[in-house]
């Protein structure tokens, strides 16, 4: 109970700052009922989830900035929700319709963000927490645009929006790689600084 004390109130801030760690939970817990729906035959339902879910990205952000409720936890858990929702959309898509993202940028976004997570917590431990750059909000955009095109496709099966999914597809894939450096350079840089902080 404490532990969930904690995480919703930062500094006596009161409740109404804690509201994007809120947000961010829910979306964290609701993320694989994207993959629940579409397993039980309710394919549009799951794409309506998946919408409300990402846009509850761009809320959770917004709330925090305005309000100045910006926090550690925040930080750290903002990013795991959009993870596993973008993870849980990915794989329906791919399981589920009959337009199947490519396994190339699956492996991509499974190995990019093992990567992130294992870096996340292994800097944590020198007190580090990487703020959330534009090349990875844009990567999370852009993937949320590709789940939900794929979506669109299988409903409509237009081929304008089977080239966009494509299109979208590889735009995504390019961030990924540019998000995946960026964090890894800025984990480097951080580590180089701390330890010649330390020698001195």
Not at 38 to 46: G, H, I, P
Not at 55 to 77: N, Y
Not at 103 to 114: M, P, Q
Request: with cysteine; aromatic share 12%; charged share 15%.
């Amino acid at each position: 109970m404490r532990s969930l004390k904690k995480l919703f109130r930062s500094s006596g801030q009161g409740w109404v700052k804690s509201l994007p760690n809120l947000i961010s939970t829910l979306r964290l817990i609701f993320s694989p009922y994207v993959l629940i729906l579409a397993l039980r035959s309710e394919v549009n339902l799951s794409m309506f989830l998946f919408a409300v879910l990402l846009l509850s990205d761009a809320l959770d952000g917004t709330i925090a900035r305005l309000l100045g409720a910006q926090t550690r936890i925040g930080k750290m858990l903002d990013p795991l929700a959009d993870k596993v929702l973008l993870i849980c959309g990915l794989l329906t898509v791919t399981l589920f319709t009959n337009i199947s993202v490519s396994f190339l940028l699956l492996k991509a976004v499974v190995i990019r963000d093992l990567f992130l997570i294992g870096g996340a917590l292994f800097l944590r431990r020198f007190g580090f927490v990487p703020n959330p750059s534009l090349w990875g909000k844009s990567a999370t955009v852009f993937l949320g645009l590709t789940v939900i095109n794929g979506y669109l496709a299988n409903l409509y099966n237009i081929q304008l929006l089977i080239n966009s999914f494509l299109f979208l597809q590889y735009l995504s894939g390019v961030l990924i790689a540019v998000s995946g450096f960026d964090y890894a350079l800025k984990g480097a840089i951080f580590l180089r600084s701390k330890f010649i902080i330390e020698r001195r």
